[in-house]
């Protein structure tokens, strides 16, 4: 039984930037609206060699490129992507803090 379709898919999609390293996590317990199995919000941390020569919004408009289908704008599920994009000689193993849900962690 597959428990997180979402995070599966989003993960399909981004293995075309045939990345070295990729962590998405599900934050979406910590917004308002929160039910179990919820997949609505998600933080990714990537590295990719895709992302050479790029500016910070060239990286996201890859990403998001590639992951549209899966946004609620689209008829998907997720509601935000927060993402932090490395290049192999940017990444040092950091991943920065989520901030706060205006609408839960008041």
Not at 44 to 72: C, N, W
Request: net charge negative; aromatic share 6%; hydrophobic share 35%.
């Amino acid at each position: 039984m597959n428990t997180t379709p979402t995070a599966d898919a989003l993960h399909a999609e981004l293995q075309a930037l045939a990345p070295q390293h990729i962590e998405l996590i599900n934050e979406s317990m910590s917004h308002a609206g929160y039910f179990e199995g919820k997949e609505s919000h998600f933080k990714l941390t990537i590295v990719s060699d895709a992302f050479e020569g790029k500016r910070l919004v060239g990286r996201h408009q890859l990403i998001y490129g590639l992951v549209t289908p899966l946004l609620t704008s689209q008829g998907g599920q997720v509601h935000a992507l927060a993402i932090h994009a490395y290049t192999p000689t940017e990444w040092q193993g950091q991943s920065p803090a989520s901030p706060l849900c205006a609408g839960q962690n008041k």
